[in-house]
């Protein structure tokens, strides 16, 4: 499984990006698809999740939570992040992931994407 994200950038506090990662080779509905970010000088984090194959089932971490929203196309070729009333908390880099297991906060990442920065100004 090749994951790409993309649609990182610079935004002021309050603004909105949308992330975007392409899934491509053997996806499969077994997977569960997610974001993770990492800050400078902190360790990777759990951001979101979605199942992959109903879209039915979303997890976020608690700071994310009423802002933050994960989506997937119909198509099941790519996973989304909108993020709204971003603050500069939010500054990392943030990486596409896929996983075989749910929760996927919980268990192994199978795939990781690149990342996309994004960065938000006070």
């Known amino acids: 499984v090749q994951l790409q994200a993309s649609g990182g950038g610079l935004v002021q506090a309050g603004g909105s990006l949308t992330l975007s990662c392409a899934a491509s080779?053997?996806?499969?509905?077994?997977?569960?698809m997610g974001w993770y970010r990492q800050a400078p000088g902190k360790e990777r984090e759990f951001v979101a999740a979605?199942?992959?194959?109903?879209?039915?089932?979303?997890d976020y971490t608690d700071s994310v939570k009423g802002r933050f929203t994960i989506s997937r196309d119909s198509a099941k070729t790519t996973v989304y992040l909108r993020m709204n009333s971003l603050k500069p908390e939010d500054t990392a880099v943030y990486y596409c992931?896929?996983?075989?297991?749910?929760?996927?906060?919980?268990?192994?990442?199978?795939?990781w994407g690149k990342g996309t920065q994004v960065t938000v100004s006070s």
């Open positions: 080779g053997r996806t499969s509905s077994n997977y569960f």
């Open positions: 979605i199942t992959w194959w109903s879209g039915r089932r979303t």
């Open positions: 992931a896929a996983g075989s297991a749910w929760p996927l906060r919980d268990y192994g990442i199978d795939y």
